[in-house]
C-alpha cells in the first residue's frame, strides 16, 4: 500500500528550480503593481489656456476644455482630435451645451474647428500666450 501512495506524491522541487519560480512571480507582482490602473488627465495644461477657459462663464466649457486635453494625452498629439458621443458622455456634457461651448473656445481663440458634414467634429487645441 506504502508503494501505491509514493506514486502520488509530488516530485521534490530542486532549488533551482524553486528560485526560478520566486523570480517569476516577482516579476509578475512588480509588473502588477507598477502599472496604473485608473485613467488620468496627462499634462501639462497652460494656466493661461486654462484661466481663459474658466473666464468663459459656467463649467460646460472648462468641462469640454478638460474632456479635450484628456483626449490629446490618450492620442498624444493636440491636433484632429474627435469630439465623439463616447467622450461627451464620459465627461457628462449635453449635447447642446457641448456645441454652445464649442463655440465659446472656438471664439476665445482656444480651439480651432473643423466641421464636416456628417461627421463629428475634429478639433485641434491652440496655444495662447
Given at each position: 500500500m506504502d508503494d501505491d501512495l509514493e506514486?502520488?506524491?509530488?516530485?521534490?522541487?530542486?532549488?533551482?528550480?524553486?528560485?526560478?519560480?520566486?523570480?517569476?512571480?516577482?516579476?509578475?507582482?512588480?509588473?502588477?503593481?507598477?502599472?496604473?490602473?485608473?485613467?488620468?488627465?496627462?499634462?501639462?495644461?497652460?494656466?493661461?489656456?486654462?484661466?481663459?477657459?474658466?473666464?468663459?462663464?459656467?463649467?460646460?466649457?472648462?468641462?469640454?476644455?478638460?474632456?479635450?486635453?484628456?483626449q490629446a494625452g490618450l492620442e498624444k498629439?493636440?491636433?484632429?482630435?474627435?469630439?465623439?458621443?463616447?467622450?461627451?458622455?464620459?465627461?457628462?456634457?449635453?449635447?447642446?451645451?457641448?456645441?454652445?461651448?464649442?463655440?465659446?473656445?472656438?471664439?476665445?481663440?482656444?480651439?480651432?474647428?473643423?466641421?464636416?458634414?456628417?461627421?463629428?467634429?475634429?478639433?485641434?487645441?491652440l496655444d495662447i500666450g
Amino acid at each position: 500500500m506504502d508503494d501505491d501512495l509514493e506514486t502520488f506524491r509530488l516530485a521534490k522541487l530542486s532549488t533551482i528550480d524553486l528560485e526560478n519560480t520566486r523570480n517569476s512571480d516577482a516579476k509578475t507582482s512588480r509588473q502588477t503593481t507598477g502599472r496604473m490602473t485608473c485613467r488620468f488627465l496627462r499634462g501639462p495644461i497652460p494656466l493661461p489656456w486654462l484661466l481663459k477657459t474658466m473666464s468663459l462663464g459656467g463649467k460646460t466649457p472648462l468641462k469640454l476644455g478638460l474632456a479635450l486635453h484628456f483626449q490629446a494625452g490618450l492620442e498624444k498629439s493636440k491636433s484632429e482630435l474627435r469630439l465623439t458621443t463616447k467622450l461627451k458622455n464620459e465627461f457628462r456634457i449635453p449635447v447642446r451645451s457641448a456645441r454652445l461651448a464649442v463655440k465659446k473656445l472656438e471664439a476665445a481663440g482656444l480651439i480651432a474647428v473643423e466641421r464636416k458634414a456628417g461627421q463629428c467634429l475634429r478639433v485641434t487645441i491652440l496655444d495662447i500666450g
